[in-house]
């Protein structure tokens, strides 16, 4: 099964490869990495997928923690939580193509459907940025590819996940509370609350 | 300086780990990565951003392309590309804010300047998706920190970058050009071409 973790790290030449080699050693393939800068200048908040059985989720999350990179880790699977990708993807049409300049205007409408948007289009090919979550990118995918169009490129940066809500003040702790504030006790951790109407309804295609 | 990499690699367990010790040996920090899916189901693209002095870009591409897991590299610094990042931020907004639910319309106000999107909406947070280069996103949140609101947690995906127009005949070639169809023909590498009007104009805030 897929597991999702999300982990704050500091923000250290090595820190990717002392990930990655601890997901090689513990056997298990990671399905996508992505790593970018997080709310402290000096620390990446990097989401992790990968398959593994059920009962390895604890052993990696300890292996995760036990490196002295790491600040706090969680995993996001279960709870409720934001899982966006995004996806780059470049489509031949234009003249050459087989409906002709109607192509674009066909890849319009699909893009307005999926709410992708279009960032490049060239005399032969658009491109179409979309984020959501990764069946609704392979839907789009699979709809131009069927539609008789030719994907030329695609580029995916792997899933990013958020917990929904009040999570916060766990991540606030482990980061000791910055700006003097009390998050805490601003933010209590409402775990238990997780079936409030906080859900906001993700736009669905 | 910052360089920016496609790689085009194949999907195997340790892919990363390649990658990560590749640079660490070359004693280059990595800036971003991040790794998806790209048109075909046995590869993965990869875009890679570095720190390194300028003369480095060549021995980074024929390293990168000594492992046999490449399928193709690219520099895309250069050329005219589209350089995209996603990012979630999620703000401290509700009836304890300074402003009580005032905070939360203000913020739907900045989201809506940057383009960016509400994914989430809790008692005393707010999530925003949004989209764009690394200067606008880095914008997005100067500006909410700035307007007095607290940043709870920020996740970035680092950058993804394709180019614009007709760049891919030499992604198809080094492919093998699937489905039997002859893309060099009907996409001719047109590199000199890189002032014909192409370049959409990006959306800017």
Chains 1, 2 share one sequence.
Do not use: W
């Not at 580029?155 to 009390?182: D, F, I, Y």
Request: aromatic share 4%; proline share 4%.
């Amino acid at each position: 099964m897929l597991h999702t973790f999300v982990a704050l790290v500091q923000d250290k030449p090595g820190v990717l490869t002392r990930v990655a080699s601890l997901f090689r050693r513990l056997n298990i393939n990671i399905v996508s990495l992505t790593v970018g800068e997080s709310e402290r200048a000096d620390t990446s908040r990097m989401t992790i997928v990968c398959e593994a059985p059920e009962h390895a989720a604890h052993r990696i999350r300890a292996s995760l923690y036990k490196l002295e990179i790491t600040v706090d880790i969680d995993e996001v699977g279960r709870s409720e939580a934001v899982i966006r990708e995004l996806c780059l993807i470049k489509v031949a049409a234009g003249p050459r193509e087989p409906n002709g300049l109607h192509s674009r205007s066909q890849i319009f409408e699909l893009a307005n459907v999926f709410r992708a948007r279009v960032v490049d289009l060239a005399p032969e090919s658009i491109m179409l940025e979309m984020t959501g979550s990764s069946s609704k990118i392979e839907g789009l995918i699979q709809v131009i590819t069927e539609s008789g169009y030719t994907i030329l490129e695609v580029s995916r940066t792997g899933r990013m996940a958020m917990r929904r809500g009040h999570h916060t003040s766990r991540v606030l702790k482990a980061l000791g509370t910055p700006n003097g504030e009390q998050p805490v006790t601003i933010f209590p951790d409402r775990s238990q609350d997780d079936d409030l109407p906080n859900q906001f309804v993700e736009d669905e295609t």
